[in-house]
């Protein structure tokens, strides 16, 4: 590693020489187009309503986390980018294959990339983020129900090439031997600049605060832009990732603790249940093609293609399961692979024309999304595990499928008993019964329109209609098709309005909009298989959106109230299920993005939400699990615009997160936690030398599953521009 800093930073100087002549010109390049202009406001983004609407025009409500302060908050991974988003908690998902973010009662994933559906395993590094955009609410109407959710969707919008040279070599050292090397270079490729191209390079390593537990990876992506003509523009980009990680787990039955929270387990908040030698390693590949073509100044066609895929091989999860409040059985679920691959395209015809007087911004689309699972699993005959045996392996027992995973020990929740580690050898050794071969798709075909007419100047309305058949076929396990597959179609319906109160600058808002879910056939009350209609999310919402004091601060302030029904749930007399299942969800945000004066900044939010269950269901009247009812966040930064101390800054900021319910019991939770970061940076033309301090208070705190989050982190960051 050190080799390869000494040669990037000589690379960084060599490059800085030979541009000194452009220092001026090269340094509007660097701030305005790879590392952001200098305030956080929410620009006009229009994958959110496929439209271009500004944000007073569009009754929905979302949240831009953009380059300005991914950069400045020295994020290293999506969590710590997405600290600054209003109303959103983001965590490691419960198995650790992806993130889980809360928005709005639900726990939602970054499941769109530049607008497109992708499967949460096959997530962008950081290191090629442009911006994160926060759809909140349900998003069924314009991104479907595949993996949208009712609190909303996270569109990842990745890096972009521009028309001029430019480029960042960043570092980062810091806690835990972190380790890690950018770089982010784009060149025009011919002197009409026609053809644009930019690069993105990652290498990074960090071991866990824990006394086990790593991450690495390398990182690859190239976008090049191709215009053919003054209407036709060819984009093409690809992303290649190679993470390796040991897996943060979630420990299954805390119903068993009679433990109220997890401060009473805090003597192992620094014991790791895994070991370094069952580290899970993955490679994603993600290519995507697009293609806009202006017919005239009212219509254009945006044409878009993206595959992703995500590949794992030999992983060992780890299942933990309290036994009571002193003991955590410790079980394996290997895979010998898992793969994941995903198609989509969609079709977009944008107008923005009127009918007699009234203006009309309208998008039709069509969408296909298809979704490929591959799993093989080994079946072993190692042991057994019931409510009064437990028998450890090697010994013979029970043939065990990949539902009930191989037990390995019991571990005691103390700080001083020995913790065993696991052996990939010995999982490799254990007497194999026999292999399952599982091959698992589902498609979706999906056709929209959304159209915003302009009554007056000052009042818009909205209306949306989607209409989504779902597809999934019968799964095959070792070549032989079962009986469970099953179609759905579903209508989904939006509408909206916008009322300026007093043009750009304050709006009224209000919206009606639909999301649902697909359920797979199961069986009812009676033991008969049925299939169920889809499970719908219905949300009406309202609240204003302010733009004001010569566009110093932007704000919105609403009120949702949200109903889902349609939920599967067993049958209270128990015997299979029944399908009359609601949840009731309602809540306030408010967020604002201030630039008082030039040079500070400030972003914050506060987000209170209530939800139960309302049905005659076992858990009515109780709270879901993993929601905080009050989150709440800030960050400021100050940094000197002019004079001798030009380009010193400091940031600040808190996150706090409600104490949070692990199970569906709602007796034993992970405590509210404030945890506070701050910065220092020198930014100047040429280079920039920042330190960032994570949970600088250094409180103990868990997510929302239970898992051990990093005390005190400090990072150092060094980065040369050209």
Request: hydrophobic share 35%; net charge positive; charged share 20%.
């Amino acid at each position: 590693m050190k080799r390869t800093i000494i040669s990037a930073a000589l690379l960084a100087v060599s490059i800085l020489s030979a541009q000194e002549k452009d220092t001026v010109k090269i340094a509007e390049i660097q701030a305005v187009s790879l590392q952001g202009t200098h305030n956080y406001r929410t620009k006009k983004s229009e994958s959110v309503a496929r439209l271009p609407l500004e944000n007073l025009e569009n009754p929905t409500v979302y949240n831009l986390v953009p380059k300005e302060i991914i950069s400045e908050m020295s994020a290293v991974d999506f969590n710590t980018a997405m600290a600054s988003a209003p109303g959103v908690v983001v965590n490691n998902s419960v198995n650790d294959s992806g993130n889980d973010i809360f928005l709005r009662g639900f726990s939602s994933s970054a499941n769109f990339r530049n607008g497109l559906i992708q499967n949460p395993r096959v997530q962008s590094e950081i290191a090629n983020v442009e911006r994160i955009e926060v759809i909140k609410g349900p998003s069924g109407t314009l991104f479907g129900g595949t993996l949208a959710n009712y609190g909303g969707i996270v569109n990842v919008v990745t890096k972009k090439p521009q028309e001029n040279f430019g480029g960042i070599i960043n570092y980062t050292t810091g806690s835990w031997g972190m380790n890690r090397i950018t770089a982010d270079i784009n060149t025009p490729l011919n002197k009409e600049k026609t053809a644009l191209a930019r690069f993105n390079v990652a290498a990074y390593s960090q071991d866990s605060f824990q006394d086990a537990g790593y991450n690495k990876g390398l990182f690859f992506s190239g976008s090049i832009l191709y215009k053919v003509s003054d209407k036709t523009t060819v984009t093409l980009d690809t992303e290649f990732h190679s993470p390796e990680k040991t897996l943060n787990a979630y420990v299954r039955q805390s119903e068993k603790l009679t433990l109220h929270s997890m401060k009473d387990l805090a003597a192992i908040h620094g014991r790791s249940f895994t070991s370094n030698d069952i580290g899970s390693k993955r490679t994603n590949f993600v290519t995507m093609a697009e293609v806009t073509h202006k017919f005239n100044d009212q219509w254009t066609s945006r044409t878009s293609y993206q595959r992703g895929e995500a590949n794992e091989n030999e992983s060992i999860f780890l299942v933990l399961n309290y036994l009571n409040d002193n003991s955590v059985s410790r079980s394996i679920r290997p895979f010998d692979n898992y793969k994941i691959t995903t198609d989509n395209i969609q079709q977009n015809f944008i107008g923005d024309f009127k009918i007699g007087k009234l203006r009309n911004r309208l998008v039709v689309g069509f969408d296909y999304f298809h979704q490929n699972s591959k799993n093989q699993y080994p079946v072993y005959k190692v042991g057994k595990n019931d409510s009064s045996v437990f028998v450890p392996y090697p010994l013979n027992g029970v043939i065990v499928d990949k539902d009930q995973p191989q037990p390995t020990d019991v571990v005691l929740l103390n700080g001083t008993s020995d913790w065993t580690s696991i052996s990939r050898d010995v999982v490799k050794a254990l007497p194999r019964n026999g292999t399952k071969y599982e091959i698992s798709q589902y498609s979706t075909y999906s056709a929209y329109v959304s159209d915003v007419l302009n009554i007056t100047d000052n009042f818009l309305v909205m209306a949306s209609l989607r209409m989504d058949h779902y597809k999934n076929d019968d799964i095959k396990r070792n070549g032989v098709p079962g009986n469970d597959g099953y179609n759905q179609t579903q209508f989904s319906p939006k509408f909206g309005l916008v009322y300026e109160i007093k043009k750009d600058e304050i709006s009224f808002f209000a919206n009606y909009v639909n999301g649902f879910k697909n359920i797979a056939p199961s069986a009812n009350q009676d033991g008969i298989l049925t299939k169920w209609d889809p499970e719908q999310g219905n949300q009406f919402e309202a609240g204003f959106k302010l733009d004001l004091f010569g566009k110093k601060l932007l704000s919105t302030i609403t009120y949702y109230n949200m109903k889902v029904k349609n939920r599967v749930i067993a049958d209270p007399g128990g015997l299979g299920s029944r399908q009359d299942g609601n949840i009731k969800n309602q809540g306030f945000e408010m967020d604002v993005v201030i630039n008082p004066v030039k040079g500070w900044n400030i972003v914050g939010g506060y987000g209170y939400n209530d939800n139960r269950y309302d049905d005659r269901g076992k858990d009515a009247g109780k709270r879901i699990a993993w929601t905080p009812k009050h989150v709440a966040n800030l960050w400021t930064s100050y940094k000197i615009m002019d004079g001798a101390y030009e380009g010193l800054g400091f940031g600040a900021g808190f996150n706090f997160v409600d104490k949070t319910y692990i199970n569906i019991t709602n007796h034993f939770l992970a405590p509210s936690y404030t945890s506070v970061g701050a910065t220092i940076f020198y930014d100047k033309k040429k280079y920039r030398i920042g330190l960032k301090m994570n949970n600088a208070l250094n409180e103990t705190y868990w997510n929302f599953y239970g898992q051990p989050q990093k005390p005190r982190e400090v990072l150092a960051n060094f980065a040369f521009k050209f």
